[in-house]
């Protein structure tokens, strides 16, 4: 069965100082990786997929991930944070035992950043 | 330029109650899908439906019912309200069931409280 850990429920960074969001995967088979950002009262929406091309992917609003299957990990890295990331992200999971039909969300990391 | 659109946006129910939470999509998806999201617990899939004509369960159906009334809406209704059922519940939509290469579409959500 496919799943996600995500290690940290809140995260604090200072402005302008790297943000580092840590997921853990579990799947019988290389699964896509997804991050998903939500900010208060909204929805999500997507930041970055790894889809078994590059291992480095690139997001939206400067945000970056690197799938290590060695580590079974997919963590979510920003090199300097601004005011406006503040939310709460998720790492989620999409694995060919399921079709790729569905997807499982981590428990999120809610990222404070503070000036 | 709507996008997924839930309704109601807020609503409060008493235990035992029923009630239907409405989704509608414009953007042609085939697949659409219900989540709830508890503190702490992330996003659960409840139910889904991959084309038109389809429904599946998902991680936590019980209390709940579908309807995939045509292929803009997907509805989820409650029998009878549980205290149990107090959530923010995320309808989504997909282009296809292939979730990597399409991703999910979110609602902004519908927060309903049982008493």
């Known amino acids: 069965a496919q799943s996600v850990t995500q290690l940290g429920s809140h995260v604090s960074v200072s402005e302008g100082a790297l943000v580092l969001l840590r997921c853990n995967y579990s799947?019988?088979?290389?699964?896509?990786l997804f991050w998903y950002v939500q900010y208060p009262n909204q929805g999500l929406q997507l930041l970055l997929k790894?889809?078994?091309?590059?291992?480095l992917v690139k997001g939206i609003n400067g945000f970056e991930a690197e799938f290590k299957k060695s580590e079974t990990s997919f963590h979510l890295t920003k090199p300097s944070a601004h005011m406006s990331d503040a939310a709460e992200y998720f790492c989620?999971?999409?694995?060919?035992?399921?079709?790729?039909?569905?997807?499982?969300f981590g428990i999120g990391t809610k990222l404070q950043v503070i000036p | 330029n709507a996008g997924v659109t839930q309704t109601p946006k807020f609503q409060v129910l008493k235990t035992g109650q029923s009630m239907t939470l409405q989704c509608a999509q414009d953007?042609?998806?085939?697949?659409m899908y219900w989540y709830r999201q508890d503190p702490g617990m992330g996003l659960r899939l409840i139910y889904y439906?991959?084309?038109?004509?389809?429904?599946d369960k998902g991680e936590v159906p019980n209390g709940y019912n579908v309807s995939r009334l045509n292929k803009r809406e997907f509805s989820l209704r409650l029998e009878s309200a549980a205290p149990s059922q107090t959530s923010v519940y995320f309808c989504?939509?997909?282009?296809?069931?292939?979730?990597?290469?399409?991703?999910?579409?979110f609602g902004s959500g519908t927060r309903l409280t049982v008493v």
């Open positions: 989620a999971v999409s694995d060919p035992a399921g079709g790729y039909q569905k997807v499982t």
């Open positions: 799947s019988s088979v290389p699964p896509y």
């Open positions: 790894y889809t078994s091309a590059a291992t």
């Open positions: 953007m042609n998806h085939n697949s």
């Open positions: 439906s991959a084309s038109e004509g389809t429904t």
């Open positions: 989504a939509s997909a282009k296809g069931t292939d979730i990597a290469n399409y991703g999910y579409t």
